[in-house]
């Protein structure tokens, strides 16, 4: 049940006061409630779980990731989870 | 969102390569989630590890964990001709002692799918005659949902809503766990999405007292592989700490929002697990400021207690004492069709997913366990 969907948020809006948004899962859209990720703007990936966005995905993580993955796929690092 | 990165085969096969060179003598891991549970064994994770590397399926599955009085619960207030009972899919088919609320919808009881906590409170505005009870399931997940909506009852004086709340709390399953002397696990990857709410700080008191290395992982496979890796070279190191291999969604501090949600409406107490017993501080119920909307009080207690069908093991299963083929009942009286325990129902039960993934028990001859769920 803690399964989570990560989703881009398309646009924000309030309902009675509470922080919504459309979030686009693959093609699919879904109102989302945002209430618990304060700051999220159109355009982010944020992990959707039972309605309400978990947090906001950082994608300067994603990016940090791929970056040394790639060094050390391509010989230039022993490997980041090396001790 | 780009997840090709955590589904490389080439930094897999590096990350696996490495758990193997790294590892030099036995050590037994638990997957706190059960939806890790299923990706380990769909994916086949298991089966590319080094031999002497055990993985136990721990109890975060809570559909698994609620308590079956608590079911019968529910299904009592849906016999009631003013209840809509509104729960999440995954609770509709798990047993309580006699009955399901799938069940209890064909006996005629308004049992009500929802997606979200929000939905149901929806439910309540838009059938204003009716007392629409949302049974509540869930870790620190779907809690902080459950809370917006109580807030939101309150603010807006919706008086036919209320809360059935089976909410209960990981960090303090893992506690318990740890403090059974029975206890073999060595090391833990914690439930991403449920740090991604609470964050690493919980994790922090019990890595230092019981000495455990614990993980934050998270759900694909090069998160799975990563989390195991780092938990081995930890181990291989004598090392106890918790480290987060989940970074792009959890901050160690956690969603403070959702923990400001979830505190705002509720207290942690004692709470029964099915199959496991009473764990201190693991359950939430509402606060005394949000009675109104507390199912319990509204509608008074739940029946009697109950006991599970004698020949299931769930408890242990759900404890990573047992492993599910260790069962007599496994694939034979207890199959997704017919469940005789709520590991077996749930989509992220061990039992399910052992089933799911043909991971029968050595030596039987039914290696099929059929074409139900085996597809």
């Known amino acids: 049940m803690c399964i989570a969907a990560p989703g881009r948020v398309i646009r924000l809006f309030q309902r009675e006061g509470l922080e919504m948004g459309e979030v686009d899962f693959g093609g699919i859209a879904r109102e989302v409630c945002l209430a618990h990720v304060p700051g999220v703007r159109a355009g982010d990936h944020v992990m959707v779980h039972a309605g309400f966005a978990l947090e906001i995905i950082d994608e300067s993580e994603v990016a940090r990731f791929q970056q040394l993955w790639r060094e050390v796929l391509t010989g230039g690092r022993a490997g980041e989870e090396s001790p | ?375």
């Open chain 2, 1 to 375: 969102m780009n997840l090709a990165p955590f589904r490389d085969p080439a930094i897999a096969a590096r990350l696996i390569e490495e758990t193997h060179r790294v590892q030099s003598r036995p050590w037994v891991i638990m997957e706190t989630c059960g939806g890790q549970t299923h990706a380990i064994l769909r994916l086949g994770l298991d089966q590319l590890l080094p031999r002497g590397l055990e993985l136990v399926h721990g109890p975060g599955c809570p559909v698994c964990v609620t308590p079956a009085p608590l079911i019968d619960h529910a299904i009592a207030l849906a016999a009631r001709p003013e209840v809509i009972l509104a729960t999440f899919g995954d609770m509709m088919r798990v047993p309580g002692t006699a009955s399901t609320l799938f069940a209890a919808r064909a006996a005629g009881g308004d049992v009500r799918m929802v997606y979200s906590a929000l939905d149901a409170l929806e439910l309540a505005h838009t059938n204003p005659d009716r007392e629409v009870v949302f049974f509540a399931i869930g870790f620190e997940t779907t809690a902080p949902g459950s809370a917006q909506a109580v807030m939101r009852a309150r603010s807006q004086g919706v008086a036919n809503f209320s809360l059935l709340s089976a909410h209960v709390l990981v960090p303090a399953a893992i506690r318990y766990l740890l403090e059974d002397p029975g206890n073999r696990v060595q090391g833990y990857l914690a439930a991403g999405h449920a740090c991604a709410v609470l964050g690493g700080q919980p994790y922090e008191e019990l890595a230092a007292r019981f000495h455990v290395p614990i993980v934050i992982t998270g759900f694909e496979a090069i998160d799975l592989l990563r989390g195991i890796l780092r938990v081995v070279q930890m181990l291989e190191a004598g090392e106890a700490r918790v480290e987060n291999a989940y970074e792009r969604v959890v901050h160690h501090e956690g969603n403070l929002q959702a923990q400001d949600a979830i505190w705002n409406v509720f207290m942690s107490r004692g709470r029964e697990w099915r199959g496991i017993g009473l764990i201190p501080a693991s359950g939430l119920t509402l606060k005394p400021e949000y009675s109104a909307w507390n199912a319990q009080l509204k509608f008074g207690p739940p029946a009697e207690t109950s006991t599970e069908p004698g020949i299931c093991i769930s408890g242990l299963v759900l404890q990573g004492l047992k492993k599910p083929p260790e069962c007599p009942a496994f694939g034979r009286e207890c199959t997704p069709g017919h469940p005789l325990g709520a590991p077996m129902v749930s989509a992220e039960g061990a039992c399910a997913a052992y089933f799911s993934y043909q991971r029968m028990p050595e030596g039987r001859d039914d290696k099929s366990p059929g074409s139900e769920g085996a597809a």
